[in-house]
T-cell receptor, first 118, second 110 residues
Framework: NAGVMQNPRHLVRRRGQEARLRCSPMKGHSHVYWYRQLPEEGLKFMVYLQKENIIDESGMPKERFSAEFPKEGPSILRIQQVVRGDSAAYFC????????????????FGPGTRLTVL | GENVEQHPSTLSVQEGDSAVIKCTYSDSASNYFPWYKQELGKRPQLIIDIRSNVGEKKDQRIAVTLNKTAKHFSLHITETQPEDSAVYFCAKNAGNMLTFGGGTRLMVKP
């Protein structure tokens, strides 16, 4: 049973280019979360998606960032016109369907994509 | 607010000693408190978690305690080993997301 998959593992972009990060959740998981980790810092929530729906994007910057989780295929985090401050590790996590009222499911993380903006 | 305060930011112990990391929070709605271990350049890995209906949970050398009234929870590692060296993050659920502490860099000296 493969874990959460992310690709690419490393991505280098020049300022102004676009970055596309992909995440395939664990088999049987329908909830996907994206987090950003700056060097020497903790993880910061960006967005929570289920298939074809953005449930919570309260952590997403208002401009240049977007996310989707289509019916078929991986979830994609897209950063347009990247700037040096976007350099970070971007982690995707997945969890299974909510099992019941008041229950909270564990989140399992992928290996991350390390984005470097030159 | 939604923040989680984690202390200490760095912790150095001798192999075989115990290590304790503490986290505090302020909101009352959280009911799930996981701990993650992150080695350099690797993904965060869930090592133990606790839900608000219990006060303590143990798994071999690792234990977590939760005081919901005081709004703090702690990670205890006994008989530390060099391979325990990593950054440890506490977290709590906040709506649909996890909110993480700032991390503790644990160094276990052989």
């Amino acid at each position: 049973n493969a874990g959460v998959m992310q690709n690419p593992r490393h991505l280098v972009r020049r300022r102004g280019q676009e970055a596309r990060l992909r995440c395939s959740p664990m088999k049987g998981h329908s909830h996907v979360y994206w987090y950003r980790q700056l060097p020497e810092e903790g993880l910061k929530f960006m967005v929570y998606l289920q298939k074809e729906n953005i449930i919570d994007e309260s952590g997403m910057p208002k401009e240049r960032f977007s996310a989707e989780f289509p019916k078929e295929g991986p979830s994609i985090l897209r950063i347009q016109q990247v700037v040096r401050g976007d350099s970070a590790a971007y982690f995707c996590a997945s969890s299974p369907r909510t099992s019941g009222r008041g229950s909270y499911n564990e989140q399992f993380f992928g290996p991350g994509t390390r984005l470097t903006v030159l | 607010g939604e923040n989680v305060e984690q202390h200490p930011s760095t912790l150095s112990v001798q192999e075989g000693d115990s290590a304790v990391i503490k986290c505090t929070y302020s909101d009352s709605a959280s009911n799930y408190f996981p701990w993650y271990k992150q080695e350099l350049g690797k993904r965060p890995q869930l090592i133990i978690d606790i839900r608000s209906n219990v006060g303590e949970k143990k798994d071999q050398r690792i234990a977590v305690t939760l005081n919901k009234t005081a709004k703090h929870f702690s990670l205890h590692i006994t008989e530390t080993q060099p391979e325990d060296s990593a950054v440890y993050f506490c977290a709590k659920n906040a709506g649909n997301m996890l909110t993480f502490g700032g991390g503790t860099r644990l160094m276990v000296k052989p």
